[in-house]
């Protein structure tokens, strides 16, 4: 009986003659036999200091053997109890196998029994310890995980959440077990999870979102799998969200920063061109463009400085950014050169916006001080997309034959 070493086992026997006899033979199989004669000295042995097994006889004065089970069932639910009797009706039967007693030992005692009983009692004490074991190693990998983890059921309510995810919730320790957890990490219309997820749950196949997902205060990159049973019905699913808030921020940032001009803030000359090869692969029909190049520039930054000079080039942004339709593709391409891209843009709308240009500047807006700001213009449309490249050779020709006829407007 090795598997006893390391035991502390409480026996409870109101028979003097019995319990000396049953402790003398079993007492260097234990780790340690503590003994009570009656129920109400073995609760308060136990509550002084609980044991790891419980042998007690069933018929007591007082306090009998199923009414300590009872009591020290209210303390632990997992320790195993032995109950020893010389007769056993079959309600004490029922009674006692509902409060989960592991064995039954009947009077006279056979050590053959004695062992046979204590060894199933002992290897389901072993067994009870292992998952205790391993639902703490779960648990605590679990929360470990830095990211947002939730089990659910197969209503999308949940059944479990990690710490992270409660964290990122604003909940305490307990899990809001029942809850619907769509409402819990979305709002309004963005809620996703009862469409994209209940598709998962439905077909039974993972969801993995592409990009980032709007979701509590900020983006998450989230996983969907669904649980199955060992029948391989789906009965519920597995949410996983990681927050990239930072790191979208941080590409959208580097994103626009490969795309758009410092200075002005238009799309600057990579984009012009990954916008002129899209363009030029489409079928859009027509293609306008119009060319503005900058009068005076080199005569302000040789007379007034380069930092009057950008600011002639901020202006000349606004002028074009008021002139045009929110949607058109501004670029500064050059130094103090200008193009805008106008898919789907016929003639006679481009050559309007142009002149829209120069009455602009002949207004002289105070208020962005577009006065100081002179332009010379080109523009053509191409039919199709072939004919881009030609439509744009031909849009700065014509910019050059403008900034040749025209008087040019020094700039201050």
């Not at 003398?24 to 000295?41: I, K, Y």
């Not at 490249?389 to 008087?407: C, E, F, H, N, P």
Request: a negative charge; hydrophobic letters at 40%.
């Amino acid at each position: 009986m090795e598997h006893f070493k390391d035991l502390s086992v409480l026996y409870v026997e109101d028979d003097a003659n019995f319990r000396n006899w049953f402790t003398e033979v079993m007492r260097d199989r234990f780790g340690e036999l503590r003994t009570a004669e009656s129920g109400e000295q073995a609760l308060a042995a136990y509550r002084e200091r609980p044991c790891d097994l419980l042998i007690t006889d069933l018929v007591m004065p007082g306090m009998d053997g199923l009414a300590l089970c009872r009591a020290v069932r209210g303390y632990s639910m997992d320790m195993p109890i032995v109950i020893t009797s010389a007769s056993l009706s079959r309600t004490m039967l029922v009674e006692s196998m509902n409060l989960g007693v592991d064995g039954y030992i009947l009077k006279p005692v056979e050590m053959e029994m004695v062992e046979s009983v204590l060894m199933q009692a002992v290897s389901r004490l072993r067994l009870r310890q292992q998952n205790t074991e391993a639902a703490r190693f779960w648990q605590q990998t679990f929360d470990a995980v830095p990211y947002m983890i939730a089990v659910l059921d197969n209503n999308l309510r949940v059944l479990r959440l990690n710490r992270a995810a409660r964290r990122q919730l604003g909940l305490r320790d307990r899990d809001p077990v029942g809850q619907d957890y769509d409402i819990l990490i979305c709002s309004g219309e963005d809620r996703f999870c009862r469409d994209v997820y209940r598709r998962a749950l439905d077909t039974g196949n993972g969801y993995t979102s592409q990009a980032p997902v709007k979701m509590l205060d900020g983006y998450y990159h989230v996983t969907f799998s669904p649980l199955r049973d060992m029948h391989g019905n789906v009965f519920g699913g597995v949410h996983v969200a990681h927050n990239v808030t930072e790191l979208k921020r941080t590409e959208d940032a580097l994103r626009y920063t490969s795309t758009h001009d410092p200075l002005t803030g238009l799309y600057n000359r990579a984009w012009f061109e990954t916008e002129f090869d899209r363009l030029s692969r489409s079928r859009t029909a027509p293609i306008s463009v119009l060319i503005a190049d900058v009068d005076g520039l080199k005569q302000v930054n040789d007379q007034a400085g380069h930092k009057a000079g950008d600011e002639l080039l901020r202006r000349a942004a606004t002028l074009l950014a008021r002139c045009c339709r929110s949607g058109d593709g501004i670029a500064r391409v050059g130094g103090d050169e200008f193009t805008v891209l106008l898919p789907g843009v016929g003639e006679s709308d481009v050559e309007e916006m142009a002149a829209r240009i120069r009455q602009t500047m002949s207004e002289g807006r105070q208020e962005c001080g577009l006065e100081a700001v002179s332009l010379s213009l080109g523009v053509a449309t191409a039919v199709d997309s072939a004919g881009l490249s030609a439509a744009i050779a031909l849009a700065d020709t014509r910019m050059y034959q403008d900034k040749g006829v025209r008087r040019p407007a020094p700039a201050e």
